[in-house]
């Protein structure tokens, strides 16, 4: 007996509950499948830069949108943490820490500058029963609440007090489990015991100032427990969620309290039933997620709704266990669920999906038809049938299994119209019945399918066929139907194909064809044909499937093509395809917004039109709509909405829902990749670094490729946030990134650079340009000291060399100078020779030996002077050339003389070079020599030996003529000569001689 009272109870409250008023909102979610480390999400948390931080049971996840950061216990070590199963999170916002409690071992402080884990504590256990629950921060103390009391960990001397916090005289801290820590506006600690009761400690001297027991509280369970799940502070109070409902505790200055157990009186269950979790969102109202559903009250928990995700086949409904809930800076709504981790909009949405039942187990598979009906509720035609769907209970009847039903109307006397492949019916209670029944002129056309309807004034209604039978125009007051078909002349259609009818402010009825578009007149004559061709390919356009006139102009969907803009004349203005920002080329119905702008339903995705922009706006499943595709005839404007159907349900929009995101993205650097050559150059790697405070990096070397990765924080739609970059010393203009949120950079000499980024929203709400100075450095051959050095190098090289040509000519002007100063006294002295001679030839009658005398000073003259010639040749500085000239001058005068002249080269290398003045004195050396052999020692034999190894010369003259003592000094026969000659060249003269065994001279280099 109790236990159906208690199920006619539920099902009276249940009824209470849903007669309050419900609210359907998209839940985007997030699971495993999305890098959550865990599907059971304890609490979340958002931190001052606004990351959402989500504690599960097996670690915990940084959150930005679209990517997730995993802290788990088997980590790297910069994201390891204690233990697995995250039970508490707060932030220390004046020391940019996060503060991580999970169940067991200790706690961790992660900066949320860097993400990289700074603080593990373990936290001293007192039996194996010892679990952490819950955490605040004090001042510069962690409070915890363990299941055995409360543990306080010093944060700047990093250890924990000795003994757990217990209330007063308690002799065991068994059962004494804290789940909840609050600080109150004074500063003061609440601790909720599950078996004790609350207190109220102060924060500094931990001395108790109030207790309230658990006889005060309601135990109505008589389980000697009650557990504080969670809280919410009201001004001089708080409201907690309890497993035994809700409890309000109000206080005064001197802490006088106040108990109220039951403080909702609108909806008397929530002050018994279990509270998972509480939250206060910025416009005063309260969320509390308790008896399987999400309520929203006012402040003063009197009014309510119930917030319900539109169902799913296949699907939980996530609302229904919800264990912590986040209201964010932006009025957005988190929850950690059992299934993930949800968000909830904070924006008004415009959308209302209809896709499941799950009480009747009815799916809306494929909606064809769609109309609501006087009273609120709706009618959906499916490819298998037709639905009711109830306003007030949104419940599910379907009828007919199995039958497509194209279209859906209500006449002027409220008889609802339906059409199926077999012909028209009229709808009533569940019922068909055969039009011609009730309307008997439809007898001849009752078989005919329609897909649209046009009603003219309050006389004629025009209806488009599905199967080929051009139009129906239905006279209800006269009871007529006649057919107007493909003909020629005003009295026929363009086309018997008939996709849609609309009538334009003028009163011209358009019938939509796939290729062509017949323009009536108000008395039904044909008065214009529209082909529509594209200019740029001169092809057809095709597949008209709807129209409407917005801002002075005709706007026709062209399935494939996109939106066709008209003029009054039918000229082509425009073509609006996914190039301009269309969601999908394939469209359906278009309606006009207020002039300002216009929807457009898709085969993907949902498009609203500003007209006087031209800037375009897309809706996906993801922000409320049934699905991503629409049906091509299953939508109406009524009563300012509009339904749209198509895969898996419909959805009913309420265009003035319509809103800006005006929120700008938070921009931030995440992570910073830069590939790098291996030490060894075989190869690369990666080296990482995230820190989103960062304003500058230093890139080594020997980078590859970096790659930076930034996010703009836009919860409400993270995938249509986009980016443009530039580098301000390479381009003056933005580059566009689209979506995507990285860059990759090759290429760039040393030097800095600053790269700046920026961020838009979906409705192009940009953030300022955030800059990263980028610093490349030089490899050691590209930095300013090398080039200095090389500079340096280059100067003293031409300085060495500018010094070694000044030297080279100043030895040749030597040179010059010497031979100069040679020509001069030989050539002087010989010219002078053959003047004197010349003069003693006129005044002397013996010519004949002055004749011969002059010849020969002539034939010296010459000899010397071709020598001369000979020594400034470049081309004849070697060995060779050396000894060749020898010879030259050697074997005359030898021969002349009976002597025999023999020469010997001995050398490493052929054509050893000797530098002219080597070559102008051992020539004039070795002359001396013969001649003086030849003269004076009465010789047979004159042999000459030159003699190289490596750079040790050796030039060797001899005769085998009488010789002479050269124990005797003298300087006669040229000798004081040979020896000058012999030191300007570095060389010296040995000579060894005999009386009666010739003359040995050796002129050798020092």
Same mark, same amino acid.
């Given at each position: 007996?109790?236990?159906?009272?208690?199920?006619?109870?539920?099902?009276?409250?249940?009824?209470?509950?849903?007669?309050?008023?419900?609210?359907?909102?998209?839940?985007?979610?997030? #699971?495993?499948?999305?890098?959550?480390?865990?599907?059971?999400?304890?609490?979340?948390?958002?931190?001052?830069?606004?990351?959402?931080?989500?504690?599960?049971?097996?670690?915990?996840?940084?959150?930005?949108?679209?990517?997730?950061?995993?802290? #788990?216990?088997?980590?790297?070590?910069?994201?390891?943490?204690?233990?697995?199963?995250?039970?508490?999170?707060? +932030?220390? #916002?004046?020391?940019?820490?996060?503060?991580?409690?999970?169940?067991?071992?200790?706690?961790?402080?992660?900066?949320?500058?860097?993400?990289?884990? &700074?603080?593990?504590?373990?936290?001293?256990?007192?039996?194996?029963?010892?679990?952490?629950?819950?955490?605040?921060?004090?001042?510069?103390?962690?409070?915890?609440?363990?299941?055995?009391?409360?543990?306080?960990?010093?944060?700047?001397?990093?250890?924990? +007090?000795?003994?757990?916090?217990?209330?007063?005289?308690?002799?065991?801290?068994?059962?004494?489990?804290?789940?909840?820590?609050?600080?109150?506006?004074?500063?003061?600690?609440?601790?909720?015991?599950?078996?004790?009761?609350?207190?109220?400690?102060?924060?500094?001297?931990?001395?108790?100032?109030?207790?309230?027991?658990?006889?005060?509280?309601?135990?109505?369970?008589?389980?000697?427990?009650?557990?504080?799940?969670?809280?919410?502070?009201?001004?001089?109070?708080?409201?907690?969620?309890?497993?035994?409902?809700?409890?309000?505790?109000?206080?005064?200055?001197?802490?006088?309290?106040?108990?109220?157990?039951?403080?909702?009186?609108?909806?008397?269950?929530?002050?018994?039933?279990?509270?998972?979790?509480?939250?206060?969102?910025?416009?005063?109202?309260?969320?509390?997620?308790?008896?399987?559903?999400?309520?929203?009250?006012?402040?003063?928990?009197?009014?309510?709704?119930?917030?319900?995700?539109?169902?799913?086949?296949?699907?939980?409904?996530?609302?229904?266990?919800?264990?912590?809930?986040?209201?964010?800076?932006?009025?957005?709504?988190?929850?950690?669920?059992?299934?993930?981790?949800?968000?909830?909009?904070?924006?008004?949405?415009?959308?209302? @999906?209809?896709?499941?039942?799950?009480?009747?187990?009815?799916?809306?598979?494929?909606?064809?038809?769609?109309?609501?009906?006087?009273?609120?509720?709706?009618?959906?035609?499916?490819?298998? =049938?037709?639905?009711?769907?109830?306003?007030?209970?949104?419940?599910?009847?379907?009828?007919? $299994?199995?039958?497509?039903?194209?279209?859906?109307?209500?006449?002027?006397?409220?008889?609802?119209?339906?059409?199926?492949?077999?012909?028209?019916?009229?709808?009533?209670?569940?019922?068909?019945?055969?039009?011609?029944?009730?309307?008997?002129?439809?007898?001849?056309?009752?078989?005919?399918?329609?897909?649209?309807?046009?009603?003219?004034?309050?006389?004629?209604?025009?209806?488009?066929?599905?199967?080929?039978?051009?139009?129906?125009?239905?006279?209800?007051? @006269?009871?007529?139907?006649?057919?107007?078909?493909?003909?020629?002349?005003?009295?026929?259609?363009?086309?018997?194909?008939?996709?849609?009818?609309?009538?334009?402010?003028?009163?011209?009825?358009?019938?939509?064809?796939?290729?062509?578009?017949?323009?009536?007149?108000?008395?039904?004559?044909?008065?214009?044909?529209?082909?529509?061709?594209?200019?740029?390919?001169?092809?057809?356009?095709?597949?008209?499937?709807?129209?409407?006139?917005?801002?002075?102009?005709?706007?026709?969907?062209?399935?494939?093509?996109?939106?066709?803009?008209?003029?009054?004349?039918?000229?082509?203005?425009?073509?609006?395809?996914?190039?301009?920002?269309?969601?999908?080329?394939?469209?359906?119905?278009?309606?006009?917004?207020?002039?300002?702008?216009?929807?457009?339903?898709?085969?993907?995705?949902?498009?609203?039109?500003?007209?006087?922009?031209?800037?375009?706006?897309?809706?996906?499943?993801?922000?409320?709509?049934?699905?991503?595709?629409?049906?091509?005839?299953?939508?109406?404007?009524?009563?300012?909405?509009?339904?749209?159907?198509?895969?898996?349900?419909?959805?009913?929009?309420?265009?003035?829902?319509?809103?800006?995101?005006?929120?700008?993205?938070?921009?931030?650097?995440?992570?910073?990749?830069?590939?790098?050559?291996?030490?060894?150059?075989?190869?690369?790697?990666?080296?990482?670094?995230?820190?989103?405070?960062?304003?500058?990096?230093?890139?080594?070397?020997?980078?590859?490729?970096?790659?930076?990765?930034?996010?703009?924080?836009?919860?409400?739609?993270?995938?249509?946030?986009?980016?443009?970059?530039?580098?301000?010393?390479?381009?003056?203009?933005?580059?566009?990134?689209?979506?995507?949120?990285?860059?990759?950079?090759?290429?760039?000499?040393?030097?800095?650079?600053?790269?700046?980024?920026?961020?838009?929203?979906?409705?192009?709400?940009?953030?300022?340009?955030?800059?990263?100075?980028?610093?490349?450095?030089?490899?050691?051959?590209?930095?300013?000291?090398?080039?200095?050095?090389?500079?340096?190098?280059?100067?003293?090289?031409?300085?060495?060399?500018?010094?070694?040509?000044?030297?080279?000519?100043?030895?040749?002007?030597?040179?010059? &100078?010497?031979?100069?100063?040679?020509?001069?006294?030989?050539?002087?002295?010989t010219l002078n020779t053959i003047k004197v001679l010349t003069h003693l030839a006129k005044r002397?009658?013996?010519?004949?030996?002055?004749?011969?005398?002059?010849?020969?000073?002539?034939?010296?003259?010459?000899? =010397?002077?071709?020598?001369?010639?000979?020594?400034?040749?470049?081309?004849?500085?070697?060995?060779?050339?050396?000894?060749?000239?020898?010879?030259?001058?050697?074997?005359?005068? #030898?021969?002349?003389?009976?002597?025999?002249?023999?020469?010997?080269?001995?050398?490493?290398?052929?054509?050893?070079?000797?530098?002219?003045?080597?070559?102008?004195?051992?020539?004039?050396?070795?002359?001396?020599?013969?001649?003086?052999?030849?003269?004076?020692?009465?010789?047979?034999?004159?042999?000459?030996?030159?003699?190289?190894?490596?750079?040790? @010369? $050796?030039?060797?003259?001899?005769?085998?003529?009488?010789g002479f003592d050269s124990s005797i000094n003298s300087e006669g026969n040229g000798l004081k000569?040979?020896?000058?000659?012999?030191?300007?060249?570095?060389?010296?003269?040995?000579?060894?001689?005999?009386?009666?065994?010739?003359?040995?001279?050796?002129?050798?280099?020092?």
């Amino acid at each position: 007996m109790r236990h159906s009272i208690n199920f006619i109870f539920l099902l009276l409250l249940s009824f209470v509950v849903y007669s309050q008023g419900r609210v359907t909102v998209p839940v985007r979610k997030f #699971t495993q499948k999305n890098g959550l480390s865990s599907y059971n999400i304890r609490k979340v948390i958002q931190d001052k830069w606004g990351f959402i931080w989500a504690g599960t049971q097996d670690g915990l996840n940084k959150f930005d949108g679209k990517s997730i950061i995993n802290y #788990t216990k088997s980590s790297p070590e910069k994201n390891k943490i204690s233990g697995t199963d995250v039970r508490e999170l707060i +932030e220390d #916002t004046s020391q940019n820490l996060i503060w991580v409690l999970p169940g067991e071992v200790g706690i961790n402080a992660i900066n949320s500058i860097t993400g990289d884990v &700074k603080v593990s504590a373990r936290i001293p256990y007192t039996n194996n029963d010892d679990w952490n629950i819950s955490m605040l921060k004090n001042k510069d103390e962690i409070w915890i609440g363990t299941s055995t009391g409360i543990k306080i960990y010093d944060i700047p001397k990093k250890k924990f +007090e000795l003994s757990p916090l217990l209330p007063e005289k308690q002799e065991s801290s068994i059962g004494f489990a804290v789940r909840s820590l609050a600080k109150d506006e004074n500063g003061k600690i609440w601790a909720c015991y599950d078996r004790y009761g609350i207190v109220i400690y102060d924060g500094f001297t931990k001395k108790v100032i109030k207790e309230i027991r658990l006889s005060e509280l309601n135990d109505h369970l008589k389980s000697n427990e009650i557990r504080f799940l969670n809280y919410i502070s009201i001004k001089g109070a708080f409201l907690f969620a309890t497993n035994q409902g809700l409890r309000k505790v109000s206080y005064t200055p001197l802490y006088d309290v106040k108990v109220d157990n039951y403080p909702c009186q609108s909806l008397p269950v929530l002050n018994t039933s279990s509270i998972e979790s509480i939250a206060l969102e910025k416009k005063g109202n309260v969320l509390i997620s308790g008896f399987s559903k999400l309520f929203r009250f006012d402040v003063t928990l009197t009014n309510y709704v119930v917030l319900e995700e539109a169902s799913r086949l296949g699907e939980t409904d996530w609302l229904n266990a919800v264990q912590s809930i986040l209201i964010d800076s932006e009025d957005n709504i988190w929850l950690g669920c059992q299934e993930g981790l949800a968000f909830v909009s904070g924006n008004i949405n415009p959308f209302q @999906r209809y896709n499941y039942d799950n009480r009747n187990n009815i799916k809306l598979d494929h909606v064809r038809s769609i109309y609501p009906l006087r009273n609120g509720d709706i009618l959906a035609g499916l490819r298998n =049938g037709i639905v009711h769907i109830s306003k007030e209970s949104y419940k599910y009847t379907k009828f007919d $299994t199995g039958h497509l039903y194209h279209h859906i109307y209500q006449d002027q006397k409220g008889l609802i119209h339906v059409s199926r492949p077999d012909g028209m019916f009229i709808f009533n209670n569940g019922k068909l019945v055969p039009i011609a029944e009730i309307y008997p002129e439809f007898s001849s056309y009752s078989s005919v399918a329609i897909n649209s309807h046009l009603f003219i004034n309050d006389t004629l209604v025009i209806l488009g066929s599905e199967n080929n039978n051009g139009i129906l125009i239905w006279n209800p007051s @006269r009871k007529t139907v006649r057919k107007m078909e493909q003909g020629p002349g005003e009295n026929g259609l363009s086309s018997n194909i008939v996709n849609n009818i609309y009538r334009n402010s003028k009163g011209d009825i358009w019938v939509l064809s796939d290729n062509v578009i017949s323009v009536l007149s108000e008395n039904l004559k044909r008065k214009k044909e529209l082909l529509l061709i594209d200019k740029n390919t001169q092809l057809h356009f095709k597949l008209f499937f709807d129209m409407c006139e917005a801002g002075g102009y005709y706007w026709i969907t062209s399935y494939g093509s996109g939106i066709l803009q008209l003029d009054s004349s039918y000229k082509i203005i425009k073509v609006f395809s996914t190039s301009n920002g269309l969601s999908n080329d394939g469209v359906y119905q278009i309606y006009n917004l207020s002039n300002k702008n216009l929807l457009i339903t898709s085969n993907n995705g949902l498009s609203v039109l500003d007209i006087n922009n031209y800037k375009f706006k897309s809706f996906f499943e993801e922000d409320g709509l049934h699905a991503n595709g629409f049906e091509e005839v299953c939508g109406l404007a009524k009563d300012g909405l509009i339904y749209a159907g198509g895969v898996n349900g419909f959805t009913v929009i309420d265009p003035s829902k319509f809103s800006l995101n005006k929120v700008i993205p938070t921009f931030y650097y995440t992570n910073v990749n830069y590939h790098i050559k291996n030490k060894t150059g075989t190869g690369s790697r990666s080296i990482d670094t995230f820190n989103f405070k960062m304003n500058y990096l230093r890139v080594p070397n020997n980078w590859l490729q970096i790659n930076i990765s930034f996010i703009g924080l836009n919860y409400i739609n993270p995938n249509r946030v986009v980016y443009q970059y530039r580098i301000k010393e390479k381009d003056a203009s933005w580059i566009n990134q689209g979506s995507q949120n990285f860059i990759n950079l090759i290429g760039l000499s040393p030097g800095t650079y600053t790269l700046e980024v920026k961020a838009a929203n979906e409705d192009g709400y940009w953030s300022d340009p955030r800059q990263l100075i980028l610093i490349i450095e030089p490899k050691w051959y590209q930095t300013l000291f090398f080039k200095i050095a090389v500079l340096f190098a280059v100067g003293a090289l031409f300085y060495v060399f500018y010094r070694y040509r000044i030297s080279q000519i100043k030895q040749q002007h030597l040179i010059r &100078k010497n031979i100069s100063s040679d020509l001069h006294d030989d050539i002087g002295s010989t010219l002078n020779t053959i003047k004197v001679l010349t003069h003693l030839a006129k005044r002397n009658t013996n010519k004949e030996e002055y004749w011969v005398q002059i010849e020969y000073s002539l034939t010296e003259a010459t000899t =010397g002077l071709r020598d001369m010639i000979w020594v400034l040749d470049d081309s004849k500085d070697t060995v060779s050339e050396l000894i060749d000239r020898i010879e030259k001058f050697a074997i005359p005068i #030898t021969r002349a003389n009976d002597t025999n002249f023999r020469s010997e080269v001995k050398v490493d290398s052929d054509d050893q070079l000797l530098t002219k003045p080597e070559k102008r004195n051992l020539l004039l050396m070795s002359k001396e020599i013969i001649n003086n052999s030849i003269k004076y020692a009465n010789c047979k034999n004159i042999d000459l030996l030159f003699l190289q190894h490596k750079n040790k @010369r $050796t030039l060797l003259i001899k005769d085998d003529g009488k010789g002479f003592d050269s124990s005797i000094n003298s300087e006669g026969n040229g000798l004081k000569n040979l020896f000058h000659r012999a030191q300007q060249i570095g060389y010296q003269v040995e000579i060894i001689s005999s009386l009666g065994n010739g003359t040995l001279v050796k002129i050798e280099k020092k």
